[in-house]
């Protein structure tokens, strides 16, 4: 999947490169700084000290040393300040720049931790709603894959208040009836599961339906990549046609890409042979998004992580 979030140590990650949130002397630190120095060992200070230092939003590369991947970008995140001395966009640059590194480095796989969202006091919902949009963008139907870390058991990406919210969304839609006072909400295809027909199962109608409503909505390839999170490769084999089976999450985010109602959603899905069910959690949090025209795909991903509810786009 172009993004994927795990929550992780970043200095186990098996990918080409590691971006290190760093300070400006790129001389060591704490947090995931002094975690990658350490792991990777003293060789990688050695290259660091001939770098010259770097500057905010800016982003060099060294070798990996001990570490597993090959390269380390580190980059220097901006120190929160209240929001209004530019440190969204010196943030986006971060991931951007080390993203552009990556590529001329000839990376296929990249790792990040959430810059600034440590030390540096940037709040971390909003740390990482500008890393997966930075992400998002750039990527934009490439082949390259990226994963946000998210470090320790306690590191939410999103507000508390609202994951409950979501919560109680979930088990109210989910619940049976209680005493006739409590109505279980109904989806718009929460009734039984259809059928796939024979060309629904061979992908046909549903690339037809999407190509269609690509067309009708004027979306290019790349773009549609981008907000379905799938990579270009597979949009390839979906514009195909041929005889390649979706998983329900690539569906899904593709669905999601091309549809502004839950309606329009199901109805996309049913062609990949796939219902929108209100026992899923996944299906619930995107409609509980939706209902709030919340269709963009870095919330949605950032929403289902927070609620432990798998991902959309390409698995
Ligand atoms: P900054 O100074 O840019 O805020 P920090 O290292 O203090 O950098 O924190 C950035 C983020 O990295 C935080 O969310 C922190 O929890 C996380 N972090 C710390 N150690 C690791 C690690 N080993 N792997 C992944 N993330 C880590």
């Known amino acids: 999947m172009p993004i994927t979030i795990v929550r992780d140590d970043i200095t186990r990650m098996d990918v080409d490169a590691v971006v290190n949130a760093a300070n400006t002397t790129l001389l060591g630190g704490g947090g995931v700084d002094g975690a990658i120095h350490r792991a990777a060992g003293p060789m990688l200070l050695k290259e660091c000290m001939t770098l010259g230092g770097c500057k905010m939003g800016q982003a060099k590369a060294t070798k990996g040393y001990d570490m597993p991947c090959k390269y380390i970008i580190h980059t220097v995140g901006p120190v929160w300040n209240g929001g209004g001395f530019g440190e969204e966009q010196l943030l986006s640059s971060c991931y951007k720049n080390s ?46 894959r990226v994963t946000l870390v998210v470090f320790g058991l306690r590191t939410q990406l999103m507000d508390e208040a609202e994951i409950e919210e979501i919560r109680r969304y979930i088990s109210e839609s989910t619940a049976p009836p209680t005493g006739g006072l409590r109505r279980r909400r109904i989806l718009p295809s929460a009734q039984p599961e259809p059928q796939p027909t024979e060309q629904a199962q061979d992908g046909k109608s549903f690339s037809q339906a999407v190509i269609k409503r690509m067309t009708e909505l004027e979306i290019a390839d790349s773009e549609l990549c981008r907000r379905a999170n799938i990579s270009g490769s597979l949009f390839a084999k979906i514009r195909e046609g041929g005889g390649y089976q979706l998983k329900k999450s690539e569906a899904l985010g593709i669905a999601a890409a091309l549809s502004d109602d839950t309606d329009s959603l199901a109805e996309l899905l049913s062609l990949a042979g796939y219902s929108f069910s209100s026992s899923e959690r996944a299906d619930l949090i995107v409609k509980y998004l939706f209902d709030k025209h919340r269709t963009d795909i870095a919330d949605i991903e950032r929403t289902l992580f927070s609620l432990d509810a798998g991902l959309l786009g390409e698995a």
């Open 99 to 144: 993203l552009e590194l990556a590529e001329q480095l000839g990376c296929k796989s990249v790792a990040f931790p959430l810059i600034s969202a440590g030390a540096y006091g940037y709040p971390i919902a909003d740390a990482a709603d500008v890393a997966l949009r930075s992400i998002n963008e750039y990527l934009c139907g490439s082949d390259m």
